[in-house]
């Protein structure tokens, strides 16, 4: 936990995990655990850009990283749906 991509990252990722548990215990589960994979990646290949491009100097690993964190949270708002009650 040394770079901001770090703290970034894994916030994102546990807020995938308080969703996932949430909704696991519902009678029946609208998600598959198979999407909640796209934004887990998500965060760790923007974590790596991020620790890459702080290393090295890069802007453009700079922006990949930027663009690969707003992605994973585009993803995690219009396929998981975070702020949808519906099925409660």
Request: glycine fraction near 10%.
């Amino acid at each position: 936990m040394e770079t901001i991509y770090d703290w970034i990252t894994i916030a994102i990722f546990a807020g995938l995990v308080v969703l996932f548990m949430q909704r696991s215990t519902l009678q029946s589960p609208r998600d598959s655990i198979w999407q909640y994979l796209g934004a887990a990646i998500g965060c760790a290949v923007a974590n790596w850009f991020g620790n890459n491009g702080l290393g090295s100097g890069s802007y453009l690993y700079n922006a990949a990283a930027i663009a690969v964190i707003i992605g994973t949270l585009a993803y995690i708002f219009t396929v998981l749906r975070p702020l949808d009650r519906r099925g409660d």
